[in-house]
C-alpha cells in the first residue's frame, strides 16, 4: 500500500465512503459511456447514408454544371448573381453533459436570380442541384461534428473510468481491508490481553482464599 494509513475507526469509515464513491461514480461513468456510444452509432449510420446520398448528388450537380457550362459558356457571371447564403443557425443540444450542435439551414421559396433572357433549363437543373447539395452539406456537417464531439467525449469518459475501475478503487479496497485487518487483529490482541488478566486476578483470588 504506498499510502500511509493509519488504522482507526475514523480512517476505516471515511475509506469505506470514498470506496462508495469511487464505485457510484464508476457505474454512472459507465452508464454515460454506454448511452453515448448509442448515440454515436445512431450518427455513424446516419452518415453513412448521408455521405451515399451526398456523393450522388454532388455527381449530379456537377454534371448538371459541365452540361451548363457546354450549353451557355462559363456560367460564372450566372452564379455570382445567386446571394451568399445566410440563413444557417447553429445551436446545440445537449447529451449527457455533450453539447451537439444542431444546424438548421432556413427553409426558403425556391427563387432564380438570374435572367431568362440569356439562359437556358440546363442552368436551372443545376442550380436545383446546388440547392439540394447545400441542404445535405448542412445536414452532414451537423452529423459529423456530432460524431466527432461524441468521440472525443466518449475517450474522455473510458479514461476516467478506467481510472476509477484499476486504480482508485482497488486502491480504496486494499485501504479498507488493511484497516479492518488491523482493528481485528488489534481486537483480538485486546481480547487476549484480557483474558490472561482475568486468569491472572483468578490465580490470585485463589492463592488468596
Given at each position: 500500500m504506498e499510502?500511509?494509513?493509519?488504522?482507526?475507526?475514523?480512517?476505516?469509515?471515511?475509506s469505506?465512503?470514498a470506496?462508495?464513491?469511487?464505485?457510484?461514480g464508476?457505474d454512472l461513468?459507465?452508464?454515460?459511456r454506454n448511452?453515448?456510444i448509442?448515440e454515436l452509432?445512431k450518427?455513424v449510420d446516419k452518415?453513412?447514408?448521408?455521405?451515399?446520398s451526398?456523393e450522388?448528388?454532388?455527381?449530379?450537380a456537377?454534371?448538371?454544371l459541365?452540361?451548363a457550362?457546354?450549353?451557355?459558356g462559363?456560367v460564372?457571371?450566372?452564379a455570382?448573381?445567386v446571394?451568399?447564403?445566410?440563413g444557417?443557425?447553429?445551436?446545440?443540444?445537449?447529451?449527457?453533459?455533450?453539447?451537439?450542435?444542431?444546424v438548421e439551414?432556413?427553409?426558403k421559396p425556391?427563387?432564380?436570380?438570374?435572367?431568362?433572357a440569356?439562359t437556358?433549363?440546363?442552368?436551372d437543373r443545376a442550380y436545383?442541384?446546388f440547392?439540394?447539395?447545400?441542404?445535405?452539406t448542412?445536414?452532414?456537417a451537423?452529423v459529423?461534428?456530432g460524431i466527432?464531439?461524441?468521440?472525443?467525449?466518449?475517450?474522455?469518459?473510458?479514461r476516467?473510468?478506467?481510472?476509477l475501475q484499476?486504480?482508485?478503487?482497488p486502491?480504496?479496497k486494499?485501504?479498507?481491508k488493511?484497516?479492518?485487518?488491523?482493528?481485528?487483529e488489534?481486537?483480538r490482541?485486546?481480547f487476549?490481553r484480557l483474558?490472561?488478566?482475568?486468569?491472572?486476578?483468578?490465580?490470585q483470588?485463589?492463592?488468596?482464599s
Amino acid at each position: 500500500m504506498e499510502q500511509q494509513v493509519f488504522p482507526t475507526k475514523g480512517n476505516l469509515m471515511l475509506s469505506k465512503k470514498a470506496l462508495q464513491l469511487a464505485t457510484l461514480g464508476y457505474d454512472l461513468l459507465d452508464r454515460k459511456r454506454n448511452i453515448l456510444i448509442r448515440e454515436l452509432m445512431k450518427l455513424v449510420d446516419k452518415a453513412q447514408m448521408l455521405r451515399s446520398s451526398i456523393e450522388s448528388t454532388y455527381s449530379e450537380a456537377y454534371k448538371a454544371l459541365q452540361e451548363a457550362n457546354m450549353s451557355l459558356g462559363v456560367v460564372s457571371t450566372f452564379a455570382r448573381c445567386v446571394p451568399i447564403e445566410n440563413g444557417i443557425t447553429v445551436s446545440s443540444q445537449s447529451v449527457m453533459g455533450v453539447e451537439l450542435p444542431a444546424v438548421e439551414l432556413e427553409k426558403k421559396p425556391p427563387k432564380i436570380y438570374y435572367g431568362f433572357a440569356r439562359t437556358n433549363s440546363t442552368l436551372d437543373r443545376a442550380y436545383i442541384a446546388f440547392e439540394k447539395v447545400k441542404e445535405m452539406t448542412a445536414v452532414l456537417a451537423e452529423v459529423e461534428n456530432g460524431i466527432y464531439r461524441l468521440s472525443v467525449a466518449i475517450r474522455k469518459t473510458q479514461r476516467r473510468a478506467n481510472a476509477l475501475q484499476n486504480i482508485i478503487i482497488p486502491r480504496n479496497k486494499d485501504i479498507v481491508k488493511y484497516i479492518t485487518d488491523s482493528l481485528e487483529e488489534k481486537d483480538r490482541e485486546e481480547f487476549s490481553r484480557l483474558k490472561v488478566i482475568k486468569a491472572t486476578r483468578l490465580r490470585q483470588n485463589d492463592g488468596n482464599s
